[in-house]
């Protein structure tokens, strides 16, 4: 069973490059999101998709898009990657309920390091 | 801004020994979830509680929700080696943004 699998698990950015972070769940799962890790802060929603064609802004959406074409993948673009952007990012879906997120279950993580 | 903060942050215990650790949140929830994650890996679901639920068992796990004190405690009994990692509360509200905290991280001592 894959569950959520996430490419590249590690990158290495100039700044002003930018790059796709993929995302794709073999569950059937309406819910996708991504958050990104930071030390000592936790995750942070960047951006969700409660359904394919249907994406909506996290905690901190700027300098990232998003696309739901189809209900497996969501893959998260970085326009012109900066050096604060470094991070850990993490794709994660669900089987959401009618106004919640319910139980996430998470890649293994993209490790981005931007110079 | 995160909505659940785990105390403490960090937290040392002996192999055999109970491990707690609580979650405080601020506005109303649908329900909260505990993820642990390992070094370097993804976060893995623990247990859900409903916001009308007051407790709730898995295995060695056992969570508590107050929602008039707008808390919550995570304890895991008889800790192993294997039990090292960091212990993250998410508040699932009626907005499809899974708030995290922090994190609490958790050393068993052999």
């Known amino acids: 069973n894959a569950g959520v699998t996430q490419t590249p698990k590690f990158q290495v950015l100039k700044t002003g490059q930018s790059m796709t972070l993929q995302c794709a769940q073999d569950m059937n799962h309406e819910y996708m999101s991504w958050y990104r890790q930071d030390p000592g802060m936790g995750l942070r929603l960047i951006h969700y998709?409660?359904?394919?064609?249907?994406?909506d802004q996290g905690e901190v959406p700027n300098g990232y898009n998003v696309s739901r074409s189809t209900t497996e993948d969501f893959p998260l673009r970085l326009l012109s990657a900066a050096p604060s952007q470094t991070s850990v990012y993490f794709c994660?879906?669900?089987?959401?309920?009618?106004?919640?997120?319910?139980?996430?279950?998470f890649g293994e993580g993209s490790r981005l390091t931007v110079l | 801004s995160q909505q659940g903060e785990e105390d403490p942050q960090a937290l040392s215990i002996q192999e055999g020994e109970n491990a707690t650790m609580n979650c405080s949140y601020k506005?109303?929830?649908?329900?909260l979830q505990w993820y642990r994650q390992n070094s370097g890996r993804g976060l893995v679901h623990l247990i859900l509680?409903?916001?009308?639920?007051r407790e709730k068992h898995s295995g060695r796990l056992r969570v508590t929700l107050d929602t008039s004190k707008k808390s919550s405690s995570l304890l895991i009994t008889a800790s192993r080696a294997a039990d090292t990692a960091s212990y993250f509360c998410?508040?699932?509200?009626?907005?499809?943004?899974?708030?995290f905290g922090a994190g609490t991280t958790v050393t068993v001592r052999a």
């Open positions: 998410a508040t699932d509200g009626n907005d499809y943004k899974l708030s």
């Open positions: 994660a879906s669900s089987y959401r309920g009618q106004t919640n997120t319910g139980e996430l279950f």
């Open positions: 506005t109303s929830i649908n329900n």
């Open positions: 998709s409660v359904g394919a064609g249907i994406t």
């Open positions: 509680i409903r916001s009308n639920e």
